[in-house]
């Protein structure tokens, strides 16, 4: 009776598939001493299955916040590296004031809050980035833009993987509500069977 759980396939990450019942008697032979330990052990997977599940959604809501921020920010550093560029091949014209060695931009201090800065681009060599545990380094702009890119391709795979078990999560949820209400059901014919009739 404790290998009806046991998985017989699992996803890449170890999560278990849920068995299906086809037929019940096949799982309890003996109903008055076996089927609440059964029904019980289903109804734990079940919940296992969705603790998993709000698991990976939150997982999955914290990398749609952290891969447009990425996002954001190599757009912001490309756009000075471009500037800074511009501005090295013009450099033959340094008598013109506001021939884009200055970047006036609004920038974001938290979700409702913006500021103004003017971005000196011609001595702007690096930039400070989060990297989270309230930590914040600096990075020259072209170290920056690569640690980024590392950074937004291993979120961009993890989200496709969160979004695989998640699938897999909702699949095996299915099934073992598809089981219990099956046990629970059998469970109630079974009973009607055994009431006398008057």
Not at 29 to 38: I, L
Not at 53 to 78: A, C, T
Not at 131 to 139: H, P, Q
Not at 141 to 152: Q, S, Y
């Amino acid at each position: 009776m404790a290998d009806i759980l046991k998985p017989k396939n699992t996803n890449p990450r170890g999560i278990p598939e849920a068995p299906f019942i086809d037929k019940v008697e096949n799982v309890i032979k003996n109903p008055d001493k076996d089927f609440e330990s059964v029904m019980q052990m289903f109804q734990e997977r079940l919940q296992q299955y969705k603790y998993m599940e709000l698991s990976k959604q939150q997982q999955l809501k914290d990398l749609n916040i952290k891969i447009p921020d990425i996002e954001k920010n190599l757009d912001i550093i490309n756009y000075i590296k471009e500037k800074k560029e511009e501005e090295e091949e013009d450099d033959e014209d340094e008598d013109e004031e506001g021939d884009g060695k200055v970047i006036e931009t609004n920038y974001e201090l938290n979700d409702t809050l913006y500021t103004k800065a003017s971005i000196d681009v011609e001595n702007l060599n690096s930039v400070y980035l989060w990297l989270g545990a309230e930590v914040m380094l600096e990075y020259p702009l072209d170290e920056a833009v690569e640690l980024l890119n590392e950074r937004l391709v291993k979120n961009n795979e993890q989200l496709t993987i969160i979004k695989e078990d998640l699938e897999f999560l909702k699949e095996n949820i299915t099934t073992m509500e598809v089981n219990t209400a099956r046990l629970y059901n059998w469970d109630v014919e079974r009973r009607k069977k055994l009431r006398p009739t008057s």
